[in-house]
C-alpha cells in the first residue's frame, strides 16, 4: 500500500471529524451568541481545525507486531538495460484525483490572491490621513467605495472613504475608527488569511463555503461588541455609523470591511444586549473545545483487531504459494513453502538449454496490521541486473508480477533472445 493510499483511507475520517464540527458551529453559533455573548461565540471556529487536527493525530497500535528483518539487497553488475513490467498499469484515479484536487486549490488561491491585489490597486492612489497617531496607520482612498476597512494581515492599515469627514460627523468617525483599530488589535486580518487557506485546500467542501461567510460575520458580531465593551454609551450613534456604510465595499479575502455580507439589522440588534463577561464566554467555549477533542479523538480509536491482523500478529511461520513461469512456459512451476518469520527463501533455477539459470531470495514480513508483503531481490535469467520486486497482498490474496527482457547476442542492435519472467504469490499466517 502506498504512502499516498494510507493518506487517503486516513483523509475520510478526518473529513468526517471536520464536517461534523462544522455542523456543530452551525448549530451553536445563535444560543452561545445569546448566552455568552458575541465574541465567545466567534471563538466557536476554532472547534472545526481543532478537530481536524485531533483527527489525524496517531493512535497506538492494536497489536504490537514485531519489527521486520533488515534486508540486504546484493545488487549484481548489469548486462545491459533494466526489465520493463509487460503488465500494462492501472488506470490511476487516485493521481487524478490528487491532480483535480490541486487544480482546484490553485484556482481558488489565484482567485483570492488576485482579489486583494485589485483591492491594494485601488489604494495606490491613497493618501495618509493625518491628524491621527497609533499603532497602525491610517489611509484615505481616493473612492468613496472604499473603506470603512482594515486591510492585510502582516501589515495592517486601516482604510477609509473619501468623503469620511463629509460622510460622518465627529463621534461616528471616532467610532469608526475605533471598530478598524479594534480588528487590527484582535488581529483579524489573520483570522481572514487562515479561513482563506481553509477555504482554497477543502474548495470541494459545501460546508467549507458556508463556513467562510459564517464566520466573517461572527467576526463582524465579536468585533461590535468589542467595541462597545470599551464605548457602551454611544450605542446610537455607533448604530448609526453602520447605516451610513452598508453596501460601502465586498468584502476583502484578508481585511475586514463594512459590507452588505454583514447584515445591518442584525448588528443593530446585537448592540442592545448587554455585555457578557468574557472570562465566563472563554471557559464555555474552552470546555467546549475539550469535549470536541475528546470525543474525535475517541472516535479515531481503531476498533477491536480482525482475525487476520490477530493471526499476523501471533504467527510465527507464514505459507506461501508460489508459481513461477518463465519463458511462456506451458506448465509453470509450482511450490508451497513454510518460512519461519524472518527467514530468507533462496530460489535456484538452473540453466535449461536457451534459458538462462536465474536466483533469487525472498522474506516474508507483516506490515499495517493486516497486510502481507513478499518481498527481495531476483538477478540472472530475464533479468538485466538486480531486481527488487515487493509484492504487497492480504492474507489469502493472490498477487503476481512479470517481467519481460531482450537480451542481445552480439551487438546492442542485432539480434537477440527474448526471455519472461513471472510470479504467483499468495501468502497466509501459519503453516
Not at 492480504?394 to 546492442?412: D, Y
Request: charged fraction near 15%; charge should be positive.
Amino acid at each position: 500500500m502506498s504512502s499516498f493510499e494510507s493518506w487517503l483511507i486516513s483523509f475520510w475520517p478526518a473529513l468526517l471529524a471536520l464536517s461534523c464540527a462544522l455542523v456543530l458551529v452551525l448549530l451553536l453559533r445563535w444560543p452561545t451568541r445569546r448566552w455568552l455573548g458575541a465574541e465567545s461565540a466567534f471563538y466557536l471556529w476554532l472547534l472545526p481545525p481543532l478537530a481536524l487536527l485531533v483527527s489525524l493525530l496517531p493512535h497506538p497500535m492494536t497489536l504490537p507486531l514485531p519489527s521486520p528483518p533488515s534486508v540486504i539487497v546484493q545488487i549484481t553488475r548489469a548486462v545491459a538495460a533494466s526489465p520493463t513490467p509487460v503488465a500494462a498499469p492501472p488506470f490511476a484515479w487516485k493521481s487524478l484525483l490528487s491532480l483535480l484536487w490541486i487544480a482546484g486549490v490553485i484556482v481558488a488561491a489565484s482567485t483570492m490572491v488576485e482579489r486583494q491585489r485589485g483591492y491594494q490597486r485601488r489604494l495606490r492612489s491613497a493618501t495618509r490621513w493625518t491628524g491621527i497617531e497609533g499603532a497602525w496607520p491610517v489611509v484615505q482612498a481616493g473612492d468613496n467605495q472604499m473603506g470603512p476597512a482594515m486591510v492585510g494581515a502582516f501589515h495592517p492599515r486601516i482604510v477609509l472613504p473619501r468623503d469620511f469627514a463629509e460622510r460622518y460627523d465627529a463621534d461616528e468617525r471616532a467610532l469608526i475608527l475605533a471598530h478598524e483599530t479594534m480588528h487590527a488589535r484582535r488581529g483579524d486580518g489573520w483570522w481572514c488569511l487562515l479561513a482563506n487557506l481553509f477555504l482554497c485546500l477543502f474548495w470541494f467542501h459545501p460546508l467549507a463555503w458556508w463556513a467562510s461567510l459564517a464566520m466573517r460575520h461572527d467576526q463582524e458580531l465579536a468585533c461590535d461588541a468589542a467595541v462597545m465593551r470599551e464605548h457602551s454609551g454611544q450605542r446610537r450613534r455607533y448604530a448609526l455609523a453602520m447605516l451610513k456604510t452598508q453596501g460601502a465595499t465586498a468584502a476583502l479575502p484578508v481585511g475586514c470591511s463594512w459590507s452588505p455580507r454583514h447584515p445591518v439589522v442584525e448588528r443593530i440588534a446585537m448592540l442592545q444586549r448587554r455585555v457578557y463577561p468574557r472570562r465566563l464566554g472563554k471557559s464555555g467555549v474552552f470546555a467546549m473545545a475539550i469535549v470536541l477533542a475528546g470525543a474525535v479523538y475517541a472516535g479515531e480509536q481503531p476498533g477491536p483487531p480482525s482475525a487476520d491482523a490477530r493471526a499476523i500478529a501471533e504467527a510465527t511461520h507464514f505459507s506461501v504459494d508460489l508459481t513461477i513461469r518463465r519463458d511462456h512456459e506451458p506448465v509453470p512451476m509450482h511450490q508451497t513453502v513454510c518460512l519461519a518469520r524472518g527467514e530468507r527463501y533462496i530460489l535456484d533455477v538452473p540453466a535449461i538449454g536457451d534459458k538462462p539459470a536465474w536466483h533469487g531470495s525472498f522474506v516474508v514480513e507483516p506490515f499495517e496490521q493486516t497486510y502481507l508483503a513478499f518481498r527481495g531481490n531476483v538477478d540472472g535469467g530475464p533479468f538485466l541486473g538486480a531486481y527488487t520486486p515487493r509484492l504487497e497482498a492480504m492474507p489469502g490474496q493472490s498477487t503476481a508480477f512479470m517481467v519481460e527482457s531482450h537480451r542481445p547476442i552480439a551487438a546492442p542492435d542485432g539480434p537477440g533472445i527474448d526471455h519472461s519472467f513471472g510470479m504467483g504469490v499468495i501468502m497466509k499466517p501459519g503453516c
